[in-house]
């Protein structure tokens, strides 16, 4: 079996495997390149043989090419990446723990050999496995996102919010929720508000189609819009969910309404669709200042989580520009 089908097979065992590492959303922000997977196996298993249940950490990544370079990039949309512990929590059975310096060796052993020029992934909140990148040479750096965990009781939630957003919460009583916004609909949406900001949207139509329609047939989606009493889109957001979390992971506002109070509404509309799933709810990544300012004013709590990177080439960061790596890292 190939890294990847073993991976597959893999991912169906890990219940806490978050959304971004599943197989079928590699297969959907991948689409049309190229995306493959690192395996580290447990010291006792037979390298001639190697099963599912040999193993111990795995990590998925986008593998990008243009002339002579080649570099390892988070996929659009896509939060977090990186290594991930197998299920058991690092337990290779009930007796040993699973050696953390080891399986990093094991990964930069892998990694050095696929002749990179570039490598960047944002690791998971809490990864056991940031520190022994960083102590084998790679460059870590602190990102943030804001959460909101405690979701039971959505009238103490609320509760927490600013001045401010109760205030627009009170402007959009005319308001009406829409979950019926068709994907092309919402497409259309999000690059008008962009428009509006005199910016291009960052990905395609037919990506998002894949997206929408892989993760619709797998039951982690929902496109949630607002409308005012004459029918106008004000805002909309597509959010995807697994076992543990929900992610707001693509919000769009039309600046025309920005008066109206949509965009509190619809973090409350998403707000009630994680009290349902019974999921934190993660505003997903808040590093520009404008976006994190807006998201602590819903009562979020501030989560830290950390990029790994590294040049293997120092004449990559030349050849492609700093403000064009940049992008890059994000595709």
Request: glycine share 4%; net charge positive.
């Amino acid at each position: 079996m190939t890294n990847k089908e073993l991976y597959i097979a893999w991912a169906k065992e890990q219940a806490e495997l978050p959304i971004f590492f599943q197989p079928w959303w590699m297969d959907a922000v991948c689409a049309g390149k190229q995306w493959d997977v690192l395996l580290s196996f447990a010291e006792t298993s037979d390298p001639n043989q190697r099963e599912v249940k040999d193993i111990v950490a795995a990590m998925p990544y986008l593998i990008r090419k243009r002339l002579w370079m080649k570099w390892i990039v988070m996929p659009q949309q896509t939060q977090i990446g990186g290594i991930w512990l197998t299920q058991n929590g690092g337990l290779t059975n009930e007796d040993q723990l699973v050696d953390i310096p080891k399986i990093c060796e094991d990964f930069v052993e892998q990694l050095q050999a696929l002749g990179l020029h570039y490598y960047y992934q944002q690791y998971p909140i809490g990864s056991r496995m940031v520190e022994p990148m960083r102590a084998e040479g790679f460059k870590v750096r602190e990102r943030v996102t804001y959460q909101i965990s405690d979701l039971h009781d959505l009238n103490k939630v609320v509760d927490q919010f600013s001045k401010n957003k109760k205030r627009q919460l009170q402007k959009a009583v005319t308001l009406s929720v829409d979950n019926n916004l068709t994907p092309e609909e919402f497409y259309t949406f999000h690059c008008q508000c962009m428009s509006l900001q005199h910016k291009q949207i960052s990905y395609s139509r037919e990506f998002f189609l894949v997206l929408n329609r892989k993760s619709m047939r797998e039951g982690q989606s929902q496109i949630i819009a607002i409308r005012n009493v004459d029918g106008e889109l004000c805002a909309a957001a597509y959010v995807v969910w697994d076992k543990n979390k929900m992610y707001y992971l693509i919000p769009c506002y039309n600046s025309n309404f920005k008066e109206s109070g949509a965009s509190a509404l619809l973090v409350v509309e998403a707000l009630k669709l994680a009290r349902e799933k019974g999921v934190i709810f993660d505003f997903e990544g808040s590093n520009q200042r404008g976006t994190a300012s807006h998201y602590k004013q819903f009562g979020s709590e501030k989560m830290t989580y950390y990029s790994v990177e590294k040049y293997y080439k120092q004449a990559f960061r030349f050849a492609m520009g700093v403000n064009y790596l940049r992008n890059l890292k994000y595709r």
